[in-house]
């Protein structure tokens, strides 16, 4: 069973992936293309990475797929970086985009502390108390 936190995890990445395609669809033509499927797919592959981390049996490996997804957030955010820089995106895109990741690091992270610190994380049958 999938826990709150996990789940609100999961909203978070999942919103990231919504904007950062909604902010991409109105991009120029000139626009690079691989920046831009790096900002639709990289929010995609973190929250594959958290969704795959909150289905996994050991502790070991639900860690090892968060931090993964932190990795791959953090991607993101440079790509937001790269597509702001180029002038592709204005600034109150950058910064909701910007906003979106960071809620989602930051629940990513308290995943992991809690998953560090809580034997919940270790046993799926606990999981599911």
């Known amino acids: 069973m999938?826990?709150?936190?996990?789940?609100?995890g999961y909203?978070?990445?999942?919103e990231l992936v919504l904007a950062a395609h909604h902010a991409t669809h109105g991009f120029p033509r000139e626009a690079d293309p691989q920046l831009v499927e790096r900002l639709r797919r990289i929010p995609c592959a973190a929250t594959d990475s958290l969704l795959d981390g909150c289905?996994?049996?050991t502790?070991?490996?639900r860690q090892r797929l968060w931090r993964q997804g932190l990795t791959l957030l953090e991607q993101a955010g440079e790509a937001i970086d790269q597509a702001a820089d180029a002038g592709w995106?204005?600034?109150a895109?950058?910064?909701t985009l910007l906003e979106i990741?960071?809620?989602?690091v930051l629940q990513l992270l308290a995943l992991l502390e809690d998953c560090d610190?809580?034997?919940?994380?270790?046993d799926p049958a606990q999981r599911a108390a």
């Open 59 to 61: 502790a070991a490996r």
């Open 2 to 8: 999938i826990s709150q936190s996990e789940l609100d």
């Open 93 to 95: 895109t950058t910064l």
């Open 117 to 122: 610190t809580s034997r919940k994380c270790a």
């Open 11 to 14: 909203r978070r990445a999942e």
């Open 89 to 91: 995106l204005p600034v």
């Open 101 to 104: 990741q960071s809620a989602a």
């Open 55 to 57: 289905a996994s049996a």
